[in-house]
């Protein structure tokens, strides 16, 4: 296989990928370490996506795809930034305008005649129901393994107190006296 036909493909695979997290992200209705872990997967997609697409050129020219793709780059990095930030109302917006454009590129890269999707779907539909196949069941595995948080047998953990002291969190005073009798003895 052809480099260039290894950077389509792993360009192609990433991008379905996004797609297929997308929704997850967008219409889940917690947000909660869940969404946090599978927004670093679907950030890091985004990046391999849009950063593989100025390698793949036709006629040796770019194509209006290449400048979504670097308004891309920028709306998830604002997206990221505003999310670090705490600035959720940004942070949403930016993110469902990344997925909007790339979803925008993905019908435009499946319908428009000539180029190598629309012709690989004519040649082996197969072949792509075979990867879409792939993309879905490995989206669906990373997100139950995320949702599992790494707990064997699916079994929920359970934590064993022992003598634990009542709930109340103490207030400011009673620390300070805690230490100073602390010091004291």
């Known amino acids: 296989m052809e480099l260039g036909n290894v950077l389509l493909a792993s360009h192609v695979v990433g991008a379905l990928f996004v797609l297929a997290i997308g929704p997850l992200q ?6 909660d370490r869940i969404h946090r872990t599978m927004g670093y997967f679907w950030v890091a997609a985004m ?14 020219h770019f194509s209006w795809l290449h400048g ?22 940004s942070h949403r917006g930016n993110m469902i305008g990344s997925y909007v454009g790339i979803a925008v590129a993905f019908i435009f890269a499946v319908t428009v ?16 129901a075979f990867v879409c196949g792939l993309v879905v ?6 997100f139950v393994s995320v949702k599992r948080g790494g707990r ?3 079994r929920p953990r359970t934590v064993v107190t022992v003598n634990a002291p009542s709930a109340r969190v ?3 005073r009673e ?10 003895r």
């Open 26 to 31: 967008i219409l889940r209705r917690q947000r």
């Open 47 to 60: 990046y391999y996506v849009c950063f593989s697409s100025f390698w793949i050129v036709s006629d040796g």
């Open 68 to 89: 979504l793709s670097a308004f891309t780059i920028v709306t998830v990095t604002l997206g990221l930034v505003s999310a670090v930030r705490g600035n959720i109302a």
């Open 113 to 128: 005649p000539g180029r190598a999707i629309p012709d690989l779907l004519a040649t082996d539909p197969s072949s792509v």
């Open 137 to 142: 069941l490995s989206t669906a595995v990373i």
């Open 152 to 154: 064997v047998g699916g």
């Open 170 to 172: 103490p207030d400011s």
């Open 175 to 184: 620390v300070r006296e805690d230490r100073r009798k602390a010091r004291i």
